[in-house]
């Protein structure tokens, strides 16, 4: 089962802009293949963008800037200013796959999103950064979960 969903449009335009911050306990990088490896409670920041896992490797390009990042944990968490108005995404799964050059984020194994209210659960969530589009996806038997608050327009009647 597959769900698409633009809920939300536009995280803040100047997260991009920001300088990447990572914190752990151990960092290992490899000049050769560009790869560095954060573990024990991770914490990588760029503006509102909160990532928090136990391990991140991240892939650099040949100008040192990120070009994604794979956080592992149990969850790993995600967090994002989506807009003033609409306030903090956050996300958790067991893996989270940072994509810094689409601003995709897909959140894999026991994913959860909530964002004003709503709140998506499935096997993967793809999630828009910049537009902050949802897709959920099932896996096996199981079936992505929606949940979406109550409209509180008092000029709205109920169902009898």
């Known amino acids: 089962m597959l769900l698409a969903l633009p ?22 990088y490899s000049e050769r293949t560009g790869v560095t490896s954060y573990s024990g409670s991770v914490i990588i920041t760029q503006g509102s963008l909160k990532l928090t896992a136990d391990n991140i490797t991240v892939n650099l390009s040949q100008q040192r800037s990120i ?42 194994g026991n994913a959860r999103l909530v964002q004003n209210g709503a709140s998506f659960a499935g096997n993967v969530i793809r999630y828009s950064l910049k537009d902050g589009d949802v897709e959920a996806t099932a896996g096996g038997s199981q079936r992505v979960e929606l949940v979406f608050p109550p409209n509180n327009n008092a000029s709205q009647r109920g169902v009898r």
């Open 7 to 28: 809920i939300y449009s536009h995280a803040l335009p100047s997260d991009a802009n920001q300088p990447i911050k990572l914190l752990a306990d151990k960092a290992t």
């Open 67 to 108: 070009n994604s990042a794979v956080a592992t944990g149990r969850p790993a968490t995600m967090q994002q200013v989506v807009t003033q108005e609409k306030g903090l995404a956050k996300g958790q799964a067991n893996n989270i796959d940072y994509n810094a050059m689409n601003g995709i984020v897909t959140l894999t």
